[in-house]
């Protein structure tokens, strides 16, 4: 398989890399300091925050066992959140989280992010499948995959 911290996945690392600092920065800070306010958004805004850094690493280190289930993680806590912060706007209104109204804060890049990861994770691993394929014998090669030389 390709690892994922090669190619376009050294860009998809940098960029989760730079929202688990910023995220986690924004949580800790608002959990330590002022928890009180909005202890829901705040703790939302931590927890985007290790999400972020556990995919960084599983990303960084080609760790797709832990790579996956974080970014469906972050996906679907974004779409939730996300979702929520429209159907029940009070949640949100003055204490917004990492993943409020689908990251509008952080230029939608938590909307994006986690749909980028998975296409990452499953492009660099079918390009394995496919040089497997290619450098089959023919009659191991897999149905469809061409004319046997």
Do not use: I
């Not at 202890?39 to 960084?60: E, I, K, R």
């Not at 939608?108 to 986690?114: A, K, N």
């Not at 191991?140 to 995959?145: H, L, Q, V």
């Amino acid at each position: 398989m390709r690892p994922t911290s090669q190619g376009p996945g050294r860009a998809l690392v940098t960029v989760y890399g730079v929202l688990a600092l910023a995220a986690c920065a924004r949580g800790g800070f608002e959990v330590t300091t002022k928890f009180h306010e909005a202890p829901l958004s705040y703790s939302l805004a931590l927890f985007a925050g290790v999400v972020y850094a556990v995919a960084t690493f599983a990303l960084a280190t080609n760790r797709r066992w832990l790579a996956w289930p974080t970014v469906l993680t972050e996906m679907v806590g974004v779409l939730v959140v996300g979702t929520l912060s429209f159907v029940a706007p009070g949640l949100f209104r003055l204490h917004a989280s990492v993943w409020s109204w689908f990251g509008v804060e952080y230029l939608l890049v938590p909307l994006v992010l986690p749909f980028l990861g998975v296409t990452w994770l499953r492009r660099s691993g079918r390009a394995a499948a496919d040089e497997a394929t290619r450098g089959a014998a023919p009659d191991e090669a897999a149905p469809g995959a061409g004319p046997a030389a």
